[in-house]
């Protein structure tokens, strides 16, 4: 399985990095290897002194596509959670300058936590989800996906058009403003409204 990232899919968090407002969508990929193995702390790896919390409503793909409508996109996926794009900013803006990919800042063992699922049919309104991230108990981000420049089915629209969606494929839809460095000892704790989808502790 694969998942797919959405960057830069709200105003707030583009602004906060001074990234340009794209076009079309940013995608890039993780491998299946970067995600965090339930209940395994997060160790910051020693290739970075920058690691960002990112976090970002995700969703589960359940059947195989392509060129998906977005109207018929909603038949695709039936879970929503919440999870982090770990980035290692200072390698990420690194590579940025230097106009190389961003996989080393990203795709990494461990960038990638995938909180508990939850069923679609729990929400009236897929495009009005409420989430944030708290860190040691203090908010640091908060979203809403009414938020987003590509709202859910226009992103599996879009990334449909290169990709094949195989079922258990995950797209990560973008993050708020908010995003900041983590140090060792801090719990990462996430929420769609007030169920709490995952504790991460960084080590
Ligand atoms: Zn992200």
Redesign the pocket.
Known sequence: MKLI?I?RNYTDHIEELENEKPTDPVVFLKPDTSILLKKQPFFIPDFSNDIHH?V?VLIKIKKVGKYIDRKFAHKYYDEVSLGI?F?ARDLQSSLKKKGLPWEKAKAFDGAAVIGKWISKEEFSDVDNIDFRLEKNKEIVQQGNTKLMLWKINELIEYVSKYFTLKIGDVI?T??PAGVGSVKTDDILTGYISDKQLFSIKIK
């Open positions: 990232c960057g990112e970002e794009d980035t990560f973008g993050t």
